[in-house]
Nanobody
């Protein structure tokens, strides 16, 4: 059974940093592109960052460029999101998503981890 479990969320002051992790199990992690999305109250879920299955290429939303870094470890079946210079508007539930390279209809979502940026 495929599973994604996020961790690392919490309360941080503006300007601070957090590192989110997503642990995958139950599927061939190295054949899935991994992404982070976030959902803030009153807003639609939005894309944050994506990394290809082999880790060679990354893509970021404009608001994440220069502040967030996505990475993965295919040996450990994990994907991470390093977030620096956090702002109050980054407050959201962050989700990781796995999307199959081989089947565009196959994807998995984690349950999310709350990030709150506040003084």
């Amino acid at each position: 059974q495929a599973q994604l479990v996020e961790s690392g969320g919490g309360l941080v002051q503006p300007g601070g940093s957090l590192r989110l992790s997503c642990a995958a199990s139950g599927f061939l992690f190295s054949s899935f592109a991994m992404s982070w999305f976030r959902h803030s109250p009153g807003k639609e879920r939005e894309f944050v960052a994506r990394i290809t299955s082999d880790g060679r290429f990354t893509h970021y939303a404009d608001f994440a460029k220069g502040r967030f870094t996505i990475s993965r470890d295919n040996a450990k079946n994990t994907v991470s999101l390093q977030m620096n210079s956090l702002k109050p508007e980054d407050t959201a539930v962050f989700y990781c998503k796995a999307a199959s390279d081989r089947n565009p209809l196959l994807s998995y979502w984690g349950q999310g981890t709350q990030v709150t940026v506040s003084s």
